[in-house]
C-alpha cells in the first residue's frame, strides 16, 4: 500500500492507495475516531458491485451503516440529488457525530462531498473512488460540488475528507472507455507539472491500459503527489491551484452544452487539453513539436481529439465557457503550456484565437 499525505494542517488526510482494501475500510475509519452511525451515499451502478462488502466491513467494525444510493451519470449531479440524499439522511436520524462515505467515481464523490459540507453545517466523510479519474483527481483536493443546467460545478464548497482510499482492484471492474477517461487526468499532471512523469506515461500507456498493477500504482500515487502538492500551496484556488484546470475551461463547456450525456469528463478534457495545447503554441511558446506530442498522447489511449460544432453549438459554448468559474470581470482566463511540465494561469485568450482552435486551424 502507497500513502501519500494531502499536509493541510488540522484539515491533513492520507490518501491510501493498492489493492484489497474496500475490505479494511472499517478498520480504517474506526482509527479516525469518527461516530459510530454512517450512510453510504453510492450509485446504481456501483452500489451492487461493492456495496456489501464495505457494509461488511463497517459492521465488523462496530459501525452502524445506512445506504443511499442515486442512479449513475452525471445527470445526477444536481440540487435535486442533492435534496433527496438530505432527506434520507434526515429520514435515518443521522446526527452531526455522523460521517457519510462517498462510495463511487466522481459524480458520488462530488455529491456526497458537497451534501456532507452542508448537512448539519457539515459532517466528516470519507472518499472511496472507484474509478481511475476520481482516484487521481476529483477524491483529492477537497473541491465538492454540483451542476446546473448553465455550468458545470456551479455550486460547491471546498471541504477535505478525512480520508482517501483508492483500491485499484475496483478499476478492473471498469469499461475501457472510462479507463481511458482516467488517464486524460493523469495525462494532465504530466503537462502541468512533471516533464519526467508525462514521458514516463508516454512509455507505459500500454500497460496502464491494460491496467498493469505496478504501473496503475505509480500513475495513481504520482498524481495524487501533484495534486496534494499544489492543494498544500493553495486550498482555495487563489492562484496555483488554477493550473489543474488545463484543458477544463473548453472541456466544461463541451460537457454542458452536450447536457452531460454525449462525453464522460475524461473525453471532454482530452479535446479541452489538446486545443489548450494549440492555444499554448500561439500565444505562450510551446513549441509546435509538444503540442504534437500532446496530441499524440490522447489519440494513442484512445481518447478524441477533435470536436465539430455547428454555429449555434458554437455559440451555446462560448456561452457555458462565460459561466465558467475561472471567468474573471466577464472575461474567460485559460492555463496555458510553455513547455510540458510547466504552465502559466490566468491567461486571457482573444476570441479569434478560440475559433481557430475550434475549426482546427494552427497560426
Not at 212 to 239: F, P, Y
Amino acid at each position: 500500500m502507497r500513502t501519500v499525505r494531502v499536509p493541510l494542517d488540522t484539515r491533513s488526510y492520507d490518501i491510501r492507495i493498492g489493492g484489497g482494501l474496500l475490505p479494511k475500510i472499517g478498520e480504517h475509519c474506526r482509527k479516525l475516531g469518527l461516530g459510530n452511525r454512517c450512510a453510504i451515499i453510492s450509485d446504481s451502478r456501483v452500489s451492487p458491485l461493492y456495496g456489501r462488502k464495505v457494509i461488511k466491513s463497517l459492521k465488523a467494525a462496530g459501525f452502524e451503516p445506512v445506504t443511499y444510493n442515486i442512479p449513475a451519470g452525471e445527470q445526477s449531479k444536481n440540487l435535486k440529488s442533492v435534496s433527496a440524499c438530505y432527506d434520507a439522511l434526515a429520514g435515518h436520524r443521522l446526527e452531526r457525530s455522523s460521517f457519510i462515505i462517498a462510495l463511487g467515481g466522481g459524480v458520488v464523490g462530488d455529491l456526497a462531498g458537497f451534501v456532507a459540507s452542508t448537512y448539519l453545517r457539515g459532517v466528516p466523510f470519507v472518499q472511496i473512488p472507484t474509478t481511475l479519474l476520481s482516484q487521481v483527481d476529483s477524491s483529492v483536493g477537497g473541491k465538492v460540488g454540483v451542476n446546473l443546467k448553465s455550468g458545470k460545478n456551479l455550486v460547491g464548497a471546498f471541504y477535505q475528507p478525512r480520508l482517501v482510499l483508492c483500491d485499484l482492484d475496483t478499476l478492473k471492474t471498469l469499461p475501457i472507455r472510462e479507463v481511458r477517461a482516467g488517464l486524460a487526468e493523469v495525462i494532465k499532471y504530466g503537462i502541468i507539472f512533471d516533464a519526467r512523469f508525462f514521458t514516463w506515461i508516454e512509455k507505459n500507456l500500454e500497460d496502464l491500459l491494460k491496467l498493469d498493477g505496478k504501473a496503475l500504482t505509480r500513475a495513481v500515487a504520482r498524481s495524487c503527489e501533484i495534486k496534494a502538492d499544489v492543494v498544500r500551496q493553495d486550498e482555495k484556488e487563489g492562484g496555483l491551484r488554477a493550473i489543474l484546470n488545463f484543458g477544463h475551461t473548453i472541456g466544461h463547456a463541451i460537457e454542458a452544452i452536450t447536457k452531460y450525456g454525449t462525453y464522460l469528463h475524461g473525453e471532454a478534457i482530452s479535446i479541452g487539453q489538446i486545443m489548450a495545447a494549440e492555444l499554448s503554441v500561439q500565444l505562450s511558446g510551446l513549441p509546435q513539436k509538444q503540442s504534437d506530442r500532446i496530441r499524440k498522447i490522447f489519440d494513442t489511449a484512445g481518447l478524441p481529439a477533435d470536436i465539430r460544432l455547428t454555429k449555434a453549438q458554437k455559440t451555446r459554448l462560448f456561452a457555458a465557457m462565460k459561466l465558467d468559474k475561472k471567468v474573471s470581470e466577464g472575461e474567460v482566463k485559460f492555463v496555458l503550456a510553455d513547455k510540458i511540465g510547466s504552465v502559466q494561469f490566468g491567461k486571457s485568450v482573444p476570441h479569434q484565437c478560440i475559433q481557430d482552435v475550434l475549426e482546427g486551424r494552427k497560426s
